[in-house]
Antibody
Framework: QVQLVESGGGVVQPGRSLRLSCAAS????????MYWVRQAPGKGLEWVAH????????YYADSVKGRFTISRDNSKNTLYLQMNTLTAEDTAVYYC???????????WGQGTLVTVSS | EIVLTQSPATLSLSPGERATLSCRAS??????LAWYQQKPGQAPRLLIY???NRATGIPARFSGSVSGTDFTLTISSLEPEDFAVYYC?????????FGGGTKVEIK
């Protein structure tokens, strides 16, 4: 069965960096686009970043452009999100999600909480 | 950026009742809209894609429809496990955007 397991969340000071990982299993990872979606405490969903199946295309939300970098290692079945210059507004649960061919998300991980606080 | 407006924000209904949730797009997204269900402490789950297609394993009581830029998610007869928050998402252009959500609560 499809499994997505995020890790790397935690408490970090403003201005610092953090890298999230998402370990995928149960499907051919290299054939699917992947996404990061976040949810601030008590708020709705916000798409963060997209990466194509081979890593050649990437898109970012304006709120993270220039600070976050999405990447993948298809040999390790792992998705990453490098987050730099973090602010309090980045505090959220970060979900990785598998993409379909139609820019929606058919499987989600359980999420990892990132708290930006001094 | 395409803005999705969901209404109502909260829907108070009893089990067995019909739920009708609305999502209006600020511009055309054709039929490229998805619906998700999220329960407290859980990740979202894909219910409907391309406006009216049920995702794998989704019960037939969930249905989606579209008229222009107005999308509707209907739950024909609410089961206890259906009380949750529902989000729509447009799947046509970057940035991908979600609606603000509709909470379906027990009356």
């Amino acid at each position: 069965q499809v499994q997505l397991v995020e890790s790397g969340g935690g408490v970090v000071q403003p201005g610092r960096s953090l890298r999230l990982s998402c370990a995928a299993s149960g499907f051919t990872f290299s054939r699917y686009p992947m996404y990061w979606v976040r949810q601030a405490p008590g708020k709705g969903l916000e798409w963060v970043a997209h990466i194509s199946y081979d890593g050649s295309n990437k898109y970012y939300a304006d709120s993270v452009k220039g600070r976050f970098t999405i990447s993948r290692d298809n040999s390790k079945n792992t998705l990453y999100l490098q987050m730099n210059t973090l602010t309090a507004e980045d505090t959220a649960v970060y979900y990785c999600a598998r993409g379909t061919g139609n820019l929606n998300f058919d499987y989600w991980g359980q999420g990892t909480l990132v708290t930006v606080s001094s | 950026e395409i803005v999705l407006t969901q209404s109502p924000a909260t829907l108070s209904l009893s089990p067995g009742e019909r739920a009708t949730l609305s999502c209006r797009a600020s511009q055309s997204v054709s039929s490229y809209l998805a619906w998700y269900q999220q329960k407290p402490g859980q990740a979202p789950r894909l219910l409907i894609y391309d406006a009216s297609n049920r995702a794998t394993g989704i019960p037939a009581r969930f249905s989606g429809s579209v008229s222009g830029t107005d999308f509707t998610l209907t739950i024909s007869s609410l089961e206890p496990e259906d009380f949750a928050v529902y989000y729509c998402q447009q799947c046509t252009s970057w940035p991908l955007t979600f609606g603000g959500g509709t909470k379906v609560e027990i009356k």
